[in-house]
């Protein structure tokens, strides 16, 4: 047993330094041995110009343009995913069920000839509230044109009805129906929610998929950032209504865009958009400052 | 004689005690403004003397002074260096959070744990909390200005609004792509590369020591990533495999502390091409391990990651750094522990040799 563990640790010893996973240090300034289309790095190479000679590298081809099996973890699935999401929360959403995308198992894309790109994604979405997940089937077209008009989805994910939600749902309906709720800021900068006001924040983050499923281009991604602002209205019709000031995120251009939504809500029928309106950037909130140096 | 010791022993313990006060008082669980921030340096450079300095390298456009925490311990000539910057984009408050996070931690562990100690000899650590002070600042302002993102040069003339994206305005393939001319968007590249003064601070101090850095990690939010060079997508970086491999590692590592799932790959590839960033220009500088950390999470929340989650994120995020600074610091002074392959040849060797004295 003793000779076996030295002749053991012996061999591991000896291994141990050629068979190490880490690289030997190369010089600093050349490696040529590397990907075959990459720049050569030297020093003279580091290249403050900005002009660096343009390759073609096979790796980056299936992303221009991506037609065929897309890789799901690149942008193009998951941007045609974040659209599903969006869809599944106008038709499923609730102050009580709000889906968010978990993984894309795997995608497809498809030149439409006219009409525009068809994509075909395995996906799973979870309900954030329930945590339960539900793997999904859906196509999205994104139509050509200009101005490009919205995407189109179809979706079958039936097991995320039998999320039950509907006594939680009547209760806060019936909670509401005669008032007249105003809060802001949904979540606050320090990312917190009142627990009473959680129902107001996923009722916006549904109420806002309709305007995301309606801007989402392949060049888009879209999050609801927050709610700026919150005013119930008058229950009309045996539905709340409500007037929000939503921040939606772009990730793809970075930038904040704020909308205008007028809606209603109630267990029976779900969110129905009556107004939306597009706010103009806050430009002039920029031009008069006064900075005080007080840091 | 007596009354002399017992005011000694009475001053040390106070000593001590506001030693360990401040470490423990100190919430690295809260947000911080940015004077708390700046305080929350001095007391480390203080508590910390032996290992931990302030580095002033630069000023904000607002004439802030841009600082750094280098710590390590103190070796004779040039020691090796990890680079590490949070707060290049202001809304994205979790990152500065997560910097001081890992500041505590590297302070914290060296003590007990032997491989945090060796790299603490072998290399220095320069971390920068907040790199865009006058966004970050802004962006405590009120509730119009915390999705702030640039920083706050004013445009220039003809365009009324303020700001350019410190992260599109670095030298490096320089508004080729994935960048905006117009002044008032938040992709907006500057007026020229290197052309505000927190991305020359960063070049300038660099630049003098390009050779001494082994890795350079540049901490924003969100979406849960690990992006590698480079953001143009024509563009590949000569260590491509390298850095794949590792980011891959990392975001396993990531995972195993709370189940977070971060995705691994070049900008491009993964979430959008674009030019001028950090991460890039410290790549092209000769940098090898040069990775872009997106957070939590995946929008959800957003920037506004909630407090109560500050501290699962900056905990998967260590060990996500961590272990691409260990092995950026095993490549080039030896991995002392048992590398992964060893473990291997470890079993399979048990297995041969205890096969082998079985017959």
């Known amino acids: 047993m003793s000779l076996s563990s030295l ?20 010089a600093a300034s050349t490696d040529m041995s590397a990907h075959p289309n990459s720049l050569p790095e030297t020093a003279d190479e580091a290249d403050t110009s900005g002009q660096v000679r343009v390759l ?48 894309v198992h795997s995608g497809n894309a498809e030149d439409m000839a006219d009409s525009g790109r068809k994509y075909q994604l395995e996906i799973s979405v979870q309900d954030f509230i329930s945590n339960k997940t539900e793997k999904c089937s859906a196509e999205v077209l994104f139509p050509r044109g200009e101005p490009q008009d919205s995407p189109s989805v179809q979706a079958s994910c039936e097991e995320l009805l039998k999320i039950d939600t509907k006594a939680q749902e009547e209760a806060w309906y019936q909670q509401n129906k005669n008032q007249s709720l105003v809060t802001a800021h949904l979540p606050d900068s320090y990312g ?104 | 004689m007596l009354y002399c010791a017992a005011l000694c022993f009475v001053a040390l313990l106070s000593a001590a005690e506001a030693a360990t006060i401040e470490r423990a008082e100190y919430d690295h669980y809260k947000y911080h403004p940015m004077p708390e921030i700046t305080q929350w340096m001095t007391q480390i450079a203080q508590n910390y003397s032996d290992i931990a300095s ?66 603490m000899k072998n290399m220095d650590f320069y971390v920068t909390p907040v790199l865009n002070m006058d966004g970050y600042i802004y962006s405590w302002k009120n509730n119009t200005t915390r999705l702030w993102r640039k920083n706050r040069t004013p445009g220039p003339a003809g365009c009324n609004c303020y700001g350019t994206d410190l992260n599109r305005n670095f030298d490096a393939n320089w508004g080729s792509v994935g960048v905006s001319r117009d002044c008032c968007e938040n992709i907006y590249c500057g007026k020229g590369a290197a052309s505000e003064p927190e991305a020359q601070a960063v070049a300038e101090y660099l630049g003098k020591r390009k050779n001494d850095f082994l890795c350079f990690l540049t901490i924003h939010s969100y979406g849960q990533l690990l992006l590698i ?17 590792v980011g891959l590692a990392a975001a396993e590592a990531i995972k195993e502390v709370h189940g977070m799932e971060y995705a691994v790959g070049t900008s491009p590839a993964i979430l959008y091409p674009n030019s001028g960033s950090s991460r890039d220009w410290a790549r092209m500088q000769g940098i090898p391990l040069a990775f872009t950390f997106e957070l939590r999470d995946k929008g959800q ?59």
């Not at chain 2, 707060?87 to 744990?113: M, N």
Request: charged share 20%.
């Open chain 2, 229 to 245: 060079p480079y953001g143009h997508p024509n563009i590949s970086a000569p260590n491509y495999d390298e850095l794949m491999e």
């Open chain 1, 7 to 26: 002749v053991f640790l012996a061999v591991l010893l000896g291994v141990n330094g050629s068979l190490s996973v880490t690289i030997r240090p190369e």
């Open chain 2, 54 to 119: 302030i580095e002033d390298y630069g000023k904000t456009y607002e004439n802030r002074t841009i600082s750094l925490l280098k710590i390590g311990l103190k070796t004779p000539g040039t020691k090796k260096a990890i680079w590490m910057d949070c707060g290049i984009h202001a809304r994205e408050w979790i990152a500065p959070a997560f910097c001081q996070y890992f500041v505590s931690q590297i302070l914290q562990t060296y003590k007990t744990d032997p491989k945090m100690e060796e790299m």
């Open chain 1, 192 to 295: 917190h929610i009142d627990p009473g006001n959680e129902p107001l924040w996923h009722l916006g983050i549904v109420a806002s998929s309709f305007i995301m499923l309606n801007e989402s281009t392949e060049n888009t991604l879209y999050n609801m950032a927050q709610v700026a602002n919150v005013t119930q209205l008058e229950t009309e019709n045996d539905q709340l209504k409500f007037d929000y000031y939503i921040l939606l995120h772009d990730m793809v251009s970075q930038e904040i865009i704020h909308w205008k939504l007028l809606f209603t809500w109630s267990p029976a029928e779900g969110v129905k958009v009556l107004q939306k309106e597009l706010m103009p950037k806050c430009h002039h909130c920029e031009t008069v400052e006064v900075i005080a140096n007080t840091n």
């Open chain 1, 56 to 103: 073609e590298l096979e790796e980056t081809e299936e992303d221009v343009m991506a037609t065929g099996e897309l890789n799901p973890n690149h942008y193009p699935a998951q941007r045609a995913a974040n659209v599903v999401r969006h869809y599944l929360n106008t038709r499923y959403g609730s102050p009580y069920r709000v889906f968010t995308l978990n993984r």
């Open chain 2, 301 to 359: 929340h957003g920037f506004l990651l909630p407090e109560d989650q500050i501290q699962p994120a900056c905990e998967e995020a260590y060990r996500g750094a961590l272990h691409i600074i260990t092995y950026a610091h095993d490549k080039t002074f030896g991995g002392a522990s048992v590398t992964a392959a060893a473990a291997l040849w470890t079993v399979l060797l048990a297995v041969g040799v205890t096969s082998a004295s079985v017959m």
